[in-house]
Structures are given as C-alpha cells and as structure tokens.
C-alpha cells in the first residue's frame, strides 16, 4: 500500500483529467472516451451523508480489496464480465509528484453506462431488512416466515435491490418486480442471477477466513459493445463500505454483530442522536474503531498484512 499517511477527502487531478463527478466516497475523472479513473477518498458516509471526518487509508483499503475480489470472482466464475482494468496509474500521473497519493487508491476502468438501481443481496435479516420485517413481517415488500430474529440466516439469500439516489438523497427499497420495471424484466433477472451468484461464491471464500457477509450491495452496467448487450459488474465489490462483514467466531443470533465494516460507526451516530445530521465531527476512538476493522476485513480476505 502506498507509503502515506495523510487522509485524502478531496482530489484535484484538473492538470491531468477531467472531474466527471463526485460521489460520496469516490472522485470520477475522464482518461479517454472509453476509460475512466476511479479515485477512492478516504471520505465515509453513513445514512447517506458523507462525514466531516475522514478514515485514515480508507480509500486504498477499499481500491484493493475490491481488486482481489474481481480477480478471485473471475477465477471462480469464468463467464463474469467486470469494469476492471488496472490498478496501474495513467503515465501522466504515474510520473508526476501526485503518484504516491493516488497510488493504490485508483483503478482504471472501463466507461459503460450503469443501471440506475443498486444490487442487494442479503444472507441474514438485519439493517433495515430487520427493522422492516419487526414493523411488517417483509422484507422489501416480500412476504417473509414467520418467528425470525434479528441476525438469523436466511433459508436462502434474497435479492433486494434498491434506487441509486443522487448526492443528498436517499436510497430506497424496492421490491423486484419494481426494479424490473426500472430496468427491465430481461436485465432485472440477469442482475438478479449474478448477485446471487457472486454472493454465494464471496460468502463461502469468506467463510474459510472466519467473515460472514451478511448482506453486501453490487451495481452493474451495460455493455453495449457486445453482441447482445452484456450485464457487466462494476464500481467497489464486497468492501467494509458495502458490506456487512461480522466476526464468524462471534457470531450470536439474536442480536447485533461484531463487525469489521462501518455498523460501529452507524451505531455511534443513532446512539448519540446524530443519524442523518450534516458536519458531524467523529471522535478518535470513533475513526480507530472503523479504521481497526477495516483493515481486519482487509487483511484477512486477502492475505496481505500489509494494509
């Protein structure tokens, strides 16, 4: 991982590409008309606002974490198509003074156009699937049995997809059938089929690492320039940002997880009437905590004590 110590909550790369947009983790800058660069902040967000305080080496903990998995997902599933490129930065930046900044932050990628909705998959009942279920008995307007509690695995994973809301706003649950209309029937299943498919196989990887992933997010794009259209993972894969990774040895059902991802930092805000609230300022023991098990997550899915 690159020698800095620094946080990174803002980029400027305007003497090199151009910004095409900003997200709540991630700055998107044009190389060519068919390659994008994604720069990963240290910036973190939790109900859908992005927080004043930043995670130390956040953003490259999350750039190669998501690396691994795309070649461990393509080792295993061998028809999956990604977005990926390279880890490698452009020769214009690779050689100027900003390299070590963005050195193993930023990934190429390929341009494509993304489906509008975000790709849920969920193997326990928790989050806001719980808090629906305790309130209706569903879970994204699916009728669910009867008797769960709360972190209980499911019989089989579910497919709960959700909007992809803009800056500021707020995603929201969708039922299937919604999503379908959203995209379409034809590549709602396709979206369906490889989320499953790509959980399945990254819950059983995690497993043998002692990490159940409870539920984790996917977005996918289209591919337009294969024949017919592909459906193409993209954007961060399997990460503490959008997943919720927990300690398999202290797993208990019943009750909220140990986890290696940001529920901690979730917690703090609900606890401490913060939920929601722009400007927050994070404490130190807050920022240890997330940045403690993020790097967990990191070096036990993939083996690299370096992080």
Known sequence: MADTDSVVLKTNLSNHFRLLASGKVRDVYEIDDSTLLFVATDRISAYDVVLQTGIPKKGAILTLLSSHWFSVLSHVIPSLCTHFLTLDLPISLRTSDLAP???????????????????????????????????????????????????EKLEAPLWTPSTKADIGAKDENISPEKAAEI???????????????????????????????????????????TSPPSVVLVDEVLTPDSSRFWDAKKYQVGRGQENLDKQYLRD????????????????????ERTEKGYREAFERLTGNMQA
């Not at 193993?104 to 928790?126: A, H, N």
């Not at 703090?268 to 920022?287: A, D, R, S, W």
């Open 268 to 287: 703090y805000l609900t606890e401490n009437g913060l939920k929601g609230v722009e400007g927050v300022e994070l404490p130190k023991e807050v920022v």
């Open 101 to 151: 900044i963005f050195r193993d932050r930023s990934m190429q990628v390929r341009r494509l156009k993304v489906f509008p909705i975000e790709s849920i998959v969920r193997g326990y009942i928790t989050g806001s699937a719980w808090s629906e279920y305790k309130s209706v008995g569903t879970v994204h307007g699916m009728a669910m049995p009867t008797g769960l509690v709360e972190s």
């Open 183 to 225: 995209v379409g029937e034809e590549y709602a299943e396709q979206i369906s089929k490889l989320s499953l498919q790509i959980y399945t196989v990254a819950r059983d990887y995690a497993a043998e690492r002692g990490i159940i992933i409870a539920d984790t997010k996917f977005e996918f794009a289209l591919d337009d320039f």
